[in-house]
């Protein structure tokens, strides 16, 4: 319920404020997720076709999950990276990919035809 002692344009923006913190706990659950599945993943270690394209696949989400959580940080006003890579023990192998987005075949084909 509004508070009449809050104008709207107040009011809007702690409803934004909000939605940012919001936004911002979502991703950073899924960064977490993501660097977990990798961890785990990593557990049993063997060297086949199959398992390096699964492990670069988690990596690439890992990288798309630090990048959004990342990009949703600095709308909230919260500058420094190097504390989420700490924080969050981002491999720097994920670091390095982040902004990265997977090549999907469909965007292949689209970029081959002229």
Known sequence: MPNPSINPAQQLDREF???RASALGRLGRALEA???ALAEFDQAPSD???RRQMRSALVAEASVALWQFIVQREA???RDM???LRAY???AEVAARMGALPVSPGR???QKSP
Do not use: K, M
């Open 89 to 91: 023990a981002v491999p």
């Open 34 to 36: 993501a660097l977990a």
């Open 17 to 19: 404020a909000q939605e």
């Open 76 to 78: 909230c006003g919260l």
């Open 48 to 50: 086949t076709l199959d």
């Open 82 to 84: 190097r504390q989420v």
């Open 108 to 110: 292949l084909r689209s």
